[in-house]
């Protein structure tokens, strides 16, 4: 750190108003934009993937994107944890493994990166990503004035 970093940071510390915060440097993969999204899940990809909905039951009630296993954000951390053949009896799928993408989202994309952080935690290997458009960003993109069912 140059020295000229250390003082503007030494002033914002000591300054009320000011909290320094640390940077967060993320290991996932860049985020997944829309159209990639879409190539995905419609197979024009070739790349092996699982695909996680953190949102709470209750909003995925009103719709989901295709190939989405939910799994709310409060219960991720100790879904990835589980064994493989656990996982797979809870949630219908195969655990995710790191030889595959795992795509999050939710409903704007903050508690899709919070599960990716969770996740990152239990099981490093794993490549995940965040969706960060997440729902709001498929309905308006994909569904248009259609049903959201």
């Given at each position: 750190m140059t020295s000229a970093i250390r003082s503007v940071l030494a002033t914002a510390s000591n300054t009320a108003r000011c909290r320094v915060?640390?940077?967060?440097?993320?290991?996932?993969?860049?985020?997944?934009?829309f159209s990639e999204l879409r190539q995905i899940i419609h197979g024009v990809s070739s790349s092996?993937?699982?695909?996680?909905?953190?949102?709470?039951?209750?909003?995925?009630?009103?719709?989901?994107?295709p190939t989405a296993t939910n799994i709310p954000l409060g219960e991720v951390a100790a879904a990835f944890a589980l064994p493989p053949s656990e996982f797979k009896v809870k949630y219908?799928?195969?655990?995710?493994?790191?030889?595959e993408e795992t795509i999050f989202y939710c409903r704007s994309g903050k508690r899709s990166q919070d599960a990716i952080d969770r996740v990152e935690k239990v099981d490093p290997k794993l490549i995940t990503r965040n969706y960060?458009?997440?729902?709001?960003?498929?309905?308006?993109?994909?569904l248009g004035d259609k049903p959201l069912k």
């Open positions: 915060v640390p940077a967060r440097f993320y290991t996932t993969k860049p985020d997944v934009s092996p993937y699982r695909l996680i909905d953190v949102r709470e039951p209750h909003e995925v009630a009103g719709g989901k994107v219908g799928i195969d655990r995710p493994t790191p030889s960060r458009g997440s729902w709001l960003n498929y309905a308006e993109n994909a």
